[in-house]
């Protein structure tokens, strides 16, 4: 089946430092991919949707200049959190969808676990 | 746009027993319905969707799931739980225009009790 694969799966960096986040469709070409953030016991919260090629589209509330995200290529997205403070820490997960396979099921990545002290 | 409700934010459950995690959605355009689990610090794997075609819907793990228009809901069953199936469901929505964002609820806690 399809994987998505999310690396690293944890990261500590120090305060003030950037940090990356791989997100890559292994066997599949994903035009678009989502970025979601989890909060603990709370709910998925989508932070952008990349589109290879193109500019992502963030959501409203999230700043495009600490989540730089970039799509490449059709089987990688990347997330980048720049000058990290305690705050971002948190869960961080990938999705991607099939090029061309309108409204099918988004497979995930296993996360990345991100702690900033 | 879409929202979904999971009302119950936990649920214990005795090995053996049934469960029902309830789900309900709320949207102006027609939907595709999806629950999804997630096992702890891991992303999340889909259990079953519904497309269109028959409301009771089979997945993976001997999950089944009702969608119900009138009510606007998409309950989770299982008529006998394991202890593997402890985890967090979570409830997801998309509407039918073509984009693949999907909007969660919060996610349900499913422990089962030995």
């Known amino acids: 089946g399809a994987v998505v694969s999310q690396h690293p799966s944890r990261v500590i960096c120090k305060s003030g430092t950037s940090v990356k986040i791989e997100c890559r469709s292994l066997?599949?070409?994903?035009?678009?991919m989502f970025w979601y953030r989890q909060f603990p016991k709370k709910s998925l919260m989508l932070m952008a949707t990349?589109?290879?090629?193109?500019?992502?589209?963030?959501e409203q509330g999230v700043e495009k200049d600490k989540f730089l995200i970039n799509h490449a290529s059709l089987t990688l997205s990347t997330l980048t959190v720049t000058s990290a403070h305690p705050e971002d820490s948190s869960f961080y997960i990938c999705?991607?969808?099939?090029?061309?396979?309108?409204?099918?099921?988004?497979?995930f990545g296993n996360g990345t676990r991100l702690t900033v002290t | 746009a879409q929202s979904v409700t999971q009302l119950d934010s936990q649920v214990p459950v005795f090995e053996e027993a049934p469960v029902e995690l309830r789900c309900n959605y709320s949207?102006?355009?027609?939907?595709?319905l999806f629950w999804y689990v997630q096992y702890p610090n891991q992303g999340l794997q889909l259990l079953l969707k519904?497309?269109?075609?028959?409301?009771l819907v089979k997945g993976i793990n001997g999950f089944e799931a009702e969608f119900n228009k009138s009510q606007t809901s998409f309950h989770l069953r299982k008529p006998s739980v394991h202890i593997s199936d402890t985890a967090e469901y979570f409830c997801?929505?998309?509407?039918?225009?073509?984009?693949?964002?999907?909007?969660f609820g919060t996610g349900t806690r499913l422990t089962v009790i030995p």
């Open positions: 990349s589109n290879e090629g193109s500019k992502a589209t963030y």
């Open positions: 066997d599949f070409q994903a035009t678009t």
């Open positions: 999705s991607a969808a099939r090029e061309g396979a309108y409204n099918s099921p988004l497979h």
């Open positions: 949207s102006s355009v027609s939907v595709y």
């Open positions: 997801a929505v998309s509407g039918r225009t073509g984009a693949n964002n999907l909007f």
């Open positions: 519904y497309l269109s075609g028959s409301t």
